[in-house]
């Protein structure tokens, strides 16, 4: 038992222990492994498309990217000639690992499946006739809709969370601009990029 005079002595007692923010980053950067390892994962698991599972492994699962950030990168791969997901790929592997990433998270993309595809293939041209195949690949596609519309919501929400009125109004006009009124897409990029360009310019001038 201490003596009456001495010091007590504070124990501290950990707190609560809070868990990050959805759109935080908690992970270091991939190496050119696990760039490989991911995209491979995403392309082999990705029926119907990919984009539904690379932003929830980039976002969601390694936390690499804040969903912002993904949301903008994958807007700056719209305007990029090729498909829209290669060039997201290029564009992530670039950013963290240089060349060499990108050349990394792209081998680890098309890789497997284009591999797979050549063995089907052959496996096609030698025994014909795959009709039941195709019957199941029809039924499936339900499925590949409601995975796309599922993350075009996803890529929405920071919108929300932001209430930013003036990104909700752009991507209601393109839609109704191309969805509906069946405008020609570069025509209505070549509109809708410029004006939002200089309505974000404006703004952040009058924020500052």
Known sequence: MPPPDSASVAVPVPGPVSSPAPDSLTSPPPSLLELFVAFAKMSLAGFGGVLV??????????RWMTA???NETFALCHFLPGPNIVNLTMVFGS???????????FTGLLGPPTTIMTVLATLYARFGDVDA???ILAGVSC???GLLLS????MMMPLFRKRDAVGLVFLLAVFVAIGV????????????????????IVMRRRAT
């Open 143 to 145: 499925v590949a809709v």
């Open 151 to 154: 993350v075009v919501f996803r």
């Open 68 to 70: 912002e950030e993904f």
């Open 53 to 62: 599972f690379a932003r929830r492994a980039i976002v969601e699962q390694h």
């Open 133 to 135: 195949l195709r019957r």
């Open 95 to 105: 950013r963290f690992r240089g060349l060499a990433g990108g050349l990394a998270a």
């Open 181 to 200: 009124a069946r405008l020609p897409l570069a025509t209505v990029l070549l509109v809708a990029v410029p004006i939002s360009l200089a309505v974000t």
